[in-house]
């Protein structure tokens, strides 16, 4: 029997629009998909995983005050100029290598801040009529092989709709969209998990499981259609995981627990994690770091 062949996810949506109050006064004129783990933009690693993943083309749904992403996605001549002068080849490098091909980065803005549903159904124009992935910088990954390129394979495979899921103590079930698993189609604990319900932020009495989505989707485009509908739900906003959960029956929407360590830098602890965590992973930084933060363990009591 041969396989049945999937549509190529060729785009991706990065919801950029939210304020980043968390943040402040870091976000105070600063985008907070452009806060630094290590060297990098959050946005930017984002983006990398998006290109890993085989994307083409980036789809942008901003607010105000982000005019910083876009430039990050643009040429700098005069940075370029001076470092190019001075030869700095590597840190010319990393400015300017990975900028994709002109007309592949798309910017769109979101107006009013309505939620994660109406950020995601402004981009509907540019998605047309094709499965797409979507990223929230927020929800960083750090993993040997890029969350979203093992989604494409596991879409490669089953095709319907894909959320990247991982487990979480209870408590903390009113924080995120909560999987109600199908234990007709695998075991609960399976990699790939059907969903009979999803239910965004539960109280953890409610919480049909402990099986959270994080910021990775790879959905079918009719998503679009059911979110111009789509009535404000948790927080009064219009909720990408209600619309999710109204497409369940029409097609497949699937869990799936991808191999790697996620941190929720839409926190302070989870940023400082991030940061340490993807720190200690690079060579040139790793052996100086460690000797800090035995002397900062030390100075804070901490055993
Ligand atoms: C969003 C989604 C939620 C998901 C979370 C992952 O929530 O609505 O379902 O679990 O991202 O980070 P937000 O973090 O925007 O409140």
């Given at each position: 029997m041969t396989?049945?062949k999937?549509k190529?996810i060729?785009?991706?949506i990065f919801p ?15 985008p907070k998909e452009?806060l630094?783990?290590?060297?990098k933009p959050l946005?930017?690693?984002a983006?990398?995983?998006?290109h ?6 980036f ?15 643009d040429?700098?001549y005069?940075l ?18 990975w900028?994709?091909?002109?007309g ?5 803005r ?8 109406h950020?995601v ?5 540019l998605?047309?009529d094709?499965?797409?992935a979507v990223i929230?910088?927020?929800?960083l990954?750090?993993s040997?092989k ?8 596991q ?6 709709n ?8 209870k408590s903390d079930?009113?924080k ?8 007709k189609?695998?075991n609960?604990?399976?990699?790939l998990?059907?969903?009979?319900g ?5 109280a953890?009495e409610k ?9 990775r989707y790879?959905?079918q485009?009719?998503?679009?259609d ?6 404000a739900g948790?927080g009064?906003e219009?909720?990408?995981?209600d619309?999710?959960a109204t497409?369940i029956?029409?097609?497949d929407?699937?869990?799936?627990r991808y191999?790697g360590?996620?941190?929720?830098c839409?926190?302070l ?5 991030a940061n ?5 992973e690079?060579e040139?930084?790793?052996?100086r ?6 002397g ?5 009591g901490?055993?």
């Amino acid at each position: 029997m041969t396989k049945k062949k999937h549509k190529k996810i060729r785009k991706v949506i990065f919801p950029v629009g939210g304020l980043g109050t968390r943040f402040l006064p870091a976000t105070k004129s600063m985008p907070k998909e452009m806060l630094p783990v290590v060297d990098k933009p959050l946005i930017h690693y984002a983006f990398e995983e998006a290109h890993a993943a085989g994307i083409e083309e980036f789809i942008f749904v901003t607010g105000r005050n982000k005019g910083a992403i876009a430039d990050h996605f643009d040429y700098s001549y005069e940075l370029q100029d001076i470092l190019s002068n001075k030869n700095k080849k590597r840190e010319l490098k990393v400015t300017t290598e990975w900028i994709p091909e002109a007309g592949n980065i798309i910017f769109t803005r979101q107006r009013q801040p309505l939620g994660l549903g109406h950020a995601v159904w402004c981009a509907r124009n540019l998605i047309g009529d094709e499965p797409f992935a979507v990223i929230l910088a927020d929800d960083l990954v750090l993993s040997k092989k890029a969350c979203l390129k093992q989604m494409v394979e596991q879409y490669e495979d089953c095709g319907g709709n894909i959320l990247g899921v991982m487990d979480i103590p209870k408590s903390d079930t009113e924080k995120y969209g909560i999987v109600d698993i199908d234990s007709k189609f695998s075991n609960s604990d399976a990699k790939l998990v059907k969903a009979r319900g999803l239910v965004e932020k539960p109280a953890p009495e409610k919480a049909p499981s402990t099986l959270s989505i994080i910021g990775r989707y790879i959905l079918q485009p009719e998503v679009m259609d059911i979110l111009a509908k789509q009535k404000a739900g948790a927080g009064g906003e219009i909720q990408l995981t209600d619309a999710i959960a109204t497409m369940i029956g029409r097609s497949d929407v699937f869990g799936y627990r991808y191999d790697g360590v996620r941190y929720d830098c839409g926190g302070l602890t989870g940023f400082v994690a991030a940061n340490v965590a993807f720190a200690l992973e690079r060579e040139d930084v790793r052996g100086r770091l460690i000797n800090q933060l035995v002397g900062v363990f030390d100075r804070a009591g901490v055993k």
